[in-house]
């Protein structure tokens, strides 16, 4: 039997795993192609404060993205880098500075133009205890965020955004 | 940033690993108890030296400089070099000092903050240091550098842009009722470069003379607000007159002050 004191180790060592989904009436890759387009992320993505993708716009393997998210009275984020790129099924990231995090977007045939699409993210703050106690308390913010920003891309994808190309700054 | 030479020995001691595991601290303490807000960081240049030039409120706890050095580390990353000048009594003091230079707090010289422009560093200062950080508090909206001008020296014979920080609130997490200044002389403390020596009211002390010892602050809401560079030399050509640089930037400061205290609607509540 564990005793308390590794109990609690544990649980401030788990990160924070969240996980939102939504069913869109589209197509995959009609959802695919607006996932696929690194610029068009600030759009769906809520709570966003920083998105400056190095080498984009298309998503790809190798693909970095400086991301910030308001959390509190911080902009926490990191360095990501796409690890995953299945085209119309998955898209994962690995953080590379700041904080670590791990984060992926499913898309999963449910019937005839229907979509499951999951968003999960899973993070923990560096310095044990506290950093524990930070995660819980920020994962509020986060959660919604998440929730937020699968609403908005069905809102967006049903609403037709998705066919058309995304404006480019400049 | 690869750098040639080897880094000064005085930037040795900040530390990016001590700095991002104390990151969750600061964020409970800025969060929870000051509700800080930080504004405008993407206004700060996203590489290279600058000299960020700040007001100085909350004595010295300086909670807005951990709020704000929070936003810094979260916003660029600890991998950025960042250092902060301090009092040298600030780092002589057991155990803060040490805590402060893992930070990349160094010591308040002219010598010292342009070593660390010259490796490349964003770096904070306070020019109305003591002074402003010890104004009674009903002048929490006031900007006084008591016209101080070796910030603008600094940034003329470096080359490097200022950026202004602008802060509310860090003088409502102690209540100066005065500076204390003729007391100050009168005890020749001014020798030791202590101009001030306040009259505070503390938790849980209640009145206290100098700003010595451990207290709470009131849980003060802090609003920061960074503004766009000022580059001196393109604003007023090779040999910016200090007096006019110095009416411009405080100027400037003043009036987002100004707007960051027309915000607040009660005191300590924000």
Same mark, same amino acid.
Do not use: C, I, K, V
């Given at each position: 039997m564990c005793s308390r004191l590794n109990a609690a180790s544990r649980c401030w060592g788990n990160d924070v795993r969240l996980e939102e989904s939504v069913e869109i009436r589209a197509a995959r890759d009609v959802i695919w192609e607006v996932l696929a387009d690194?610029?068009?992320?600030p759009m769906f993505?809520?709570?966003?404060?920083r998105w400056d993708v190095q080498n984009g716009p298309e998503m790809r393997c190798g693909t970095r993205i400086n991301m910030r998210m308001k959390v509190g009275s911080a902009q926490v984020g990191s360095l990501i880098e796409v690890t995953e790129f299945e085209p119309s099924a998955d898209l994962a990231w690995n953080s590379v500075t700041g904080i670590d995090q791990r984060g992926r977007w499913r898309l999963r045939e449910v019937g005839p133009d229907r979509t499951k699409v999951t968003l999960r993210l899973a993070y923990q703050a560096p310095g044990g205890l506290i950093g524990w106690v930070v995660d819980q308390i920020g994962a509020r913010d986060v959660r919604r965020n998440l929730r937020r920003s699968v609403e908005s891309l069905k809102d967006q994808v049903e609403a037709g955004v998705g066919r058309a190309p995304a404006p480019r700054a400049g | 940033m690869a750098r040639d030479e080897a880094l000064p020995e005085l930037l040795d001691d900040r530390d990016p690993d001590y700095i991002r595991d104390t990151l969750p601290a600061a964020w409970l303490l800025a969060t929870l108890w000051h509700r800080a807000e930080i504004r405008g960081l993407e206004n700060i240049p996203e590489s290279g030296p600058v000299l960020l030039v700040g007001n100085h *409120?909350?004595?010295? /706890?300086? @909670?807005d400089t951990f709020a704000f050095a929070l936003a810094f580390a979260s916003y660029f990353g600890v991998e950025r070099r960042f250092h902060q000048l301090a009092h040298k009594l600030v780092m002589a003091s057991p155990g803060i000092g040490a805590f402060l230079k893992k930070h990349g707090t160094i010591e308040a010289s002219h010598e010292n903050a342009e070593t660390a422009l010259n490796a490349g560093a964003a770096v904070l200062v306070y020019p109305g240091g003591d002074w402003d950080v010890h104004r @009674? *508090?009903?002048? *929490?909206g006031r900007v006084d550098f008591a016209r101080r001008t070796g910030f603008l020296k600094l940034a003329i014979r470096t080359g490097v842009p200022i950026v202004p920080v602008v802060s509310i609130?860090?003088?409502? /997490?102690l209540f100066v009722l005065t500076r204390g200044e003729a007391l100050s002389k009168a005890l020749g403390l001014?020798?030791?470069?202590?101009k001030v020596l306040p009259v505070s009211l503390v938790i849980p002390w209640g009145v206290t003379v100098g700003d010595f010892i451990p207290r709470l602050p009131f849980p003060a809401k802090l609003t920061t607000q960074v503004l766009p560079p000022i580059d001196l030399k393109e604003k007023f050509g090779d040999d910016p007159d200090l007096d006019e640089a110095y009416d411009y930037v405080t100027g400037t400061m003043q009036t987002t002050l100004d707007v960051l205290a027309s915000e607040r609607r009660f005191p300590v509540l924000g």
């Open positions: 690194a610029e068009r992320h993505m809520a709570g966003l404060t | *409120s909350g004595g010295n /706890t300086a @909670p @009674p *508090s009903w002048q *929490s609130g860090g003088q409502e /997490t001014h020798r030791f470069r202590l």
